[in-house]
């Protein structure tokens, strides 16, 4: 079942369709930086963008900076959104169940197919932004934000850790996309939802009379991976915002499958 | 339908034992340590030496107009601050204030000092002492902040129960000025690391708005507050502590890297030995600079600082787009700040701790007998 899925996700279009559009956009900006040679101001912009001019290596962060405000949760959110509402809008649900397997197992095996599309987008699209970065602009020892020069070994760490928690965020959307995807038939309605989520959750984090809700809100340590450039590296938002992703996975997964398994299949 | 409701209560139940985590880490009772008001207040004063290391927060309500020449004030006491610092005396420090995606250090070593501004990679390297400068976000420091308000004599000093900061029992003191009416600071509550007087928390106070306005019964409203989330009580080693520019970025030398500065340093006047009734306070014997005077004791703190002409007229459209451009106010519940001119027309800021009225006799006073020049 996992493997049937598996093979569903790279077998179809929409997959690579939407992560060549994910790497598009920071390799569109790439060159626009290339060719005009115009950063942007300092403390403007998204998060490294001023510092790639000086160094390409730079730019799978910034990549991730780029896309992670809307584009990347947007994409998982439809994946996500799809996996059950999406069988169930094309009248296939009741035939897959039909067939001796568990509605928990096909969860799961939704669930496995979803994750893998978040690690496919996040790697593609920080993968294509080293290259497209350390050809258009060189590259250099990576510098760390409060000033200290990092050797390649622990420049190539804090870059793979920071694409894996972008990920592990990105999960979370995830998450609840797929719950939201047993409720409904509407795989359009599943991920609106989750969208709807996740655009209250960032008017709330940029609110500061919202401050008492804040540390329970999804997307209120989505940039801390910046502080993986840090020196040292600050844990403090890395380790809560990896706990919180892990309670909004555990909670929503859980509604998912409560929901799911006792759910009455009408499609 | 039994089986439904099993599931949903499973998922309910999970979710109540996580959202119940929180509230138990923090119902977790302080323990208070025995000691003595006086007995803690001498030990936060010799706290300076204490080495640690640790992440904090400072937040503050004061709303100041947007100056540019003021740099990050006005984000300093109207917003909220993040800072990670590491501290192993007086001269041997980093405070890094952290931004959403960069941040501005500040390192300290025997010779002066290192800025390091992340977001145009920018190095200033500053040489010397400074007397006079303007608030930073490492004066905000919990333990800072901490000891400079408990270095004060003025004040009448009593315990508050202990209260759990940074996973610590820290013992609880207030300080409430002698003479109230000099100052708009009400009381200054500080919760200390009892065995080494680090000041762990720092809230300071203004009267309130109740009944009971700036009586002894008024509790008073936190203006700014600052306090650190997690600490290490040991000496952090000494290459935390220090700074070297990193390659291709820019390195400047600044003598005065601010507008207070630049003016105690450059200013050429001979500023009065009392300002409205405050007496000036000492220098230090080393000090370059006396072009800026500072007044008052204890929480009663005003600085006079003398602007060059278009400073001030900048400053002035600023703060007060409508105004005759001869001079502007701004007052906050815990800062307030007045530029005008002498009876020779020259341009004064008098700003600090007090109510708008002592700027007011301040400035009047110079109206009266204008500062004469400093002969070199």
Redesign the interface.
């Known amino acids: 079942m996992i493997g049937v899925e598996l093979r569903k996700l790279v077998r179809r279009p929409r997959t690579w369709v939407s992560i060549a559009l994910l790497a598009a956009l920071p390799t569109l900006v790439a060159v626009f930086l290339a060719v005009s040679d115009v950063a942007p101001r300092?403390?403007t912009g998204?998060?490294?963008l001023?510092?790639v001019l000086?160094n390409g290596a730079l730019f799978p962060a910034a990549a991730l900076?780029i896309v992670l405000p809307l584009f990347l949760p947007v994409a998982v959110a439809v994946v996500a959104g799809d996996a059950i509402a999406g069988e169930a809008q094309d009248g296939t649900l009741r035939y897959l169940l039909i067939r001796p397997v568990g509605r928990t197992h096909l969860l799961v095996a939704k669930l496995i197919s979803v994750m893998a599309y978040t690690l496919l987008a996040v790697l593609v699209v920080s993968g294509v932004a080293y290259v497209v970065g350390t050809q258009l602009f060189g590259s250099?020892?990576l510098?760390s934000?409060?000033?200290?020069?990092l050797s390649t070994g622990a420049a190539t760490l804090r870059t793979v850790l920071a694409v894996l928690y972008v990920g592990w965020s990105m999960l979370g959307v995830a998450a609840v996309a797929l719950f939201l995807s047993t409720l409904t038939d509407s795989p359009l309605a599943a991920a609106l939802g989750a969208i709807a989520l996740l655009v209250t959750s960032g008017v709330l984090v940029a609110l500061?009379a919202a401050a008492v809700v804040q540390?329970y809100l999804p997307t209120r340590y989505w940039?801390a991976f910046?502080d993986l450039f840090?020196d040292p590296v600050?844990t403090?938002d890395l380790l809560r915002g990896t706990a919180l992703q892990a309670?909004y996975i555990?909670?929503f997964l859980?509604?998912a499958?409560?929901n799911f398994?006792?759910k009455d299949i009408t499609s | 339908m039994a089986?439904?409701t099993w599931?949903?209560g499973?998922?309910a139940a999970?979710?109540a034992a996580?959202m119940a985590l929180?509230a138990l880490a923090g119902a977790l009772p302080a323990r208070d340590s025995g000691r003595s008001a006086e007995e803690l207040l001498a030990k936060v004063r010799a706290s300076g030496t204490v080495g640690w290391s640790g992440?904090g927060e400072s937040r503050g309500t004061l709303v100041l107009p947007d100056v540019r020449e003021l740099s990050d004030l006005g984000d300093l006491v109207g917003?909220?601050t993040r800072v990670?610092a590491w501290w192993r005396g007086p001269r041997e420090w980093r405070v890094?204030a952290?931004?959403?995606?960069?941040?501005t250090?500040t390192t300290r070593d025997r010779g002066g000092g290192w800025t390091?501004?992340?977001?145009?990679?920018r190095?200033l390297r500053l040489v010397g002492d400074l007397d006079v400068r303007l608030p930073a976000a490492a004066d905000l420091l919990a333990p800072t902040l901490g000891r400079r308000l408990a270095g004060t004599e003025d004040v009448t000093v009593r315990r508050l129960p202990a209260r759990r900061v940074a996973g610590m029992s820290a013992a609880g003191l207030r300080l409430v000025p002698r003479q109230p009416a000099l100052t708009t600071v009400h009381r200054v509550d500080l919760w200390v690391e009892p065995d080494s007087g680090l000041p762990l928390q720092v809230e300071v106070r203004v009267p309130g708005h109740g009944g009971a306005e700036g009586g002894e019964t008024d509790e008073g409203e936190i203006a700014l507050q600052a306090g650190l989330?997690?600490v290490d009580l040991a000496p952090p080693a000494q290459e935390r502590t220090r700074?070297s520019?990193?390659?291709?970025?820019q390195v400047t030398r600044v003598d005065a890297p601010d507008l207070a500065a630049a003016a105690d340093r450059f200013a050429p006047y001979v500023l009065p030995d009392e300002l409205a009734g405050l007496p000036r306070r000492p220098r230090s014997a080393l000090s370059v600079g006396g072009g800026v005077g500072t007044y008052g004791d204890g929480f009663t703190a005003v600085a006079l600082v003398p602007l060059p002409e278009d400073l001030a007229r900048s400053i002035i459209r600023r703060v007060d787009p409508g105004g005759n451009a001869e001079q502007a106010a701004v007052s906050t519940p815990l800062v307030s700040g007045l530029i005008g001119r002498d009876g020779r027309g020259r341009a004064f800021l008098a700003a600090g701790t007090v109510p708008p009225s002592t700027l007011s006799a301040a400035l009047a006073q110079l109206r009266v007998t204008p500062p004469a020049r400093r002969t070199r």
């Open positions: 300092p403390g998204p998060a490294f001023s510092a000086d900076a250099g020892p510098p934000v409060s000033g200290t020069e500061e540390p940039l910046v840090r600050l403090r309670v555990a909670v859980g509604a499958w409560a398994t006792t | 089986e439904p599931r949903w499973a998922v999970g979710v996580l929180p992440y917003g909220t990670r890094n952290l931004s959403l995606v960069g941040e250090d390091w501004h992340s977001a145009d990679r190095a989330l997690e700074f520019p990193p390659a291709r970025a």
